[in-house]
């Protein structure tokens, strides 16, 4: 059976092929090494419009999985009145949401830390809820392993959470570390943790990655000339001349 395409059926149809090899979904506080325990993880990189989707889909099968936003960055608002909305609506749907921590916004291990704990008390501002768990975005290789903690919470890249179980990923829009039903960890039974990015599923159409990149630009600037329509009579105006 030929894996299933980078689509919202296609994204259905990978989690239902690892519950049909024995696979249910666990949180990273209650994961077991040992056991077809499976982690639904996702980085939100780029668009909250579109993790809402991926999210809307997984509880519509009864999953849960932690969305982890970044607060640094040109690419969403997550203090929009929409972007919050959206993030508050996962959360009611069952997920869990952390933070996507750029290290590279801070210079040393110090700020790091203060900075870390700052980001995750302005985004529980933001969704009212606690975040407790983080992840980084881009890592540097000193960033990985161990079992360290950053700012006193859980991050994603620790050895209990890519040695201990398997790890699998979606960068670039391709499987990183091959499909994960022929991971080492799903052969041997063993608990994985599946990266997975919104932007590379969200649609009913296969794409190439950069067409869905270049999808995501345009509906962006979509996006702004509405919002700018909105604040702007000149522009408003504009537009229907």
Known sequence: MSPPPFTLDGYRDTIRGLAARGYAIADFTDVSPRSRDLILRHDIDQSIVRAHALATLEASEGWKATYFVLLRT??????????????????????????????????DRDALEAGADAECRSLQDVIGHP????????????????????????????????????????SRGE??????????????????QLLTHAVWWADQDELSPRSRLVRLLQENVTRLDTELASNSDIWKNSRSA
């Open 74 to 107: 040109e690419m969403y608002n997550p203090w929009s009145a929409n972007g919050a909305q959206l993030l508050r609506d996962m959360l009611r749907m069952g997920h869990r949401i952390g933070l996507h921590l750029d290290a590279t916004c801070y210079d």
């Open 131 to 170: 975040v407790d768990m983080i992840s980084f975005h881009r890592p540097a290789r000193e960033l990985l392993g161990g079992d360290r903690l950053v700012a006193g919470r859980l991050h994603t890249y620790m050895d209990r959470f890519t040695k201990e179980i398997g790890y699998s990923s979606d």
């Open 175 to 192: 499987w990183r570390y091959g499909h994960p039903w022929d991971h080492d960890a799903v052969r041997a039974g063993r608990a994985l």
